[in-house]
């Protein structure tokens, strides 16, 4: 484990969360437990070698003191729970592990938030800032002097040009590209594949051609 940090406690146990776990074994951290409502029926249970600590409620059994918390739930549109359990951990006095992966690479002239989260092959360039519990995917590209807002999803492949700014849980599909100086607006979902020339409007779809909108406004 990397001197002076605290164990880590995983929130969620579905795919994206045994990503985050190889990456952490990876870099050399202890990971202590996990707490997922769908693992919580059994106490005797291990996930991943892991022992599961139960649900959502053992936060309020844990020492904030004692140990940093990784949210490893996954973020998809219409989705608002890894928001919600980042909001609800941190209201106790939790605090959020930042993990970046050896293979992806972070200017030093950058700045990631609380909780974030680097997949292997990223791209984030200079003066770029990632604000916190935001996930940048693998081979996303996060250009210079992009601002990305509270508990974004920057999916895999993404690109996103110079002075591209997002609100908040704005989620960008795999191999998106958003041109230079694009704003989205929070709650905005850019569709897989799509090529974003324009400003998005806060809690519309843009670049979506079939399928239900869940919820949000649709845009082309």
Not at 44 to 70: S, Y
Not at 119 to 146: R, Y
Not at 172 to 196: D, E
């Amino acid at each position: 484990m990397p001197s002076s940090v605290k164990p880590l406690i995983f929130l969620g146990a579905g795919g994206h969360a045994k990503v985050l776990l190889a990456m952490a074994r990876l870099l050399q951290f202890e990971v202590t437990g996990v707490c997922c409502p769908l693992l919580s029926g059994d106490r005797e249970r291990t996930w991943n070698g892991i022992a599961v600590l139960g649900g959502d409620e053992q936060l309020e059994r844990l020492n904030p003191e004692t140990c940093l918390l990784v949210n490893a739930v996954g973020f998809m549109p219409g989705n608002q729970l890894r928001h919600q359990l980042f909001c609800n951990a941190k209201s106790k006095g939790f605090n959020f592990a930042s993990l970046i992966h050896p293979y992806a690479f972070v200017d030093s002239n950058s700045f990631l938030g609380e909780g974030c989260q680097v997949m292997a092959g990223a791209v984030i360039q200079v003066n770029a800032s990632i604000a916190d519990n935001s996930i940048v995917n693998s081979n996303a590209t996060i250009e210079h002097d992009c601002s990305i807002g509270l508990s974004n999803h920057i999916a895999p492949g993404a690109t996103l040009c110079g002075e591209v700014v997002t609100g908040s849980q704005v989620f960008i599909g795999a191999n998106a590209t958003l041109i230079q100086q694009v704003i989205v607006k929070s709650g905005a979902v850019i569709a897989a594949g799509a090529l974003v020339l324009r400003d998005v409007e806060a809690g519309s779809v843009h670049g979506r051609k079939s399928g239900r909108s869940g919820g949000h406004n649709e845009t082309k």
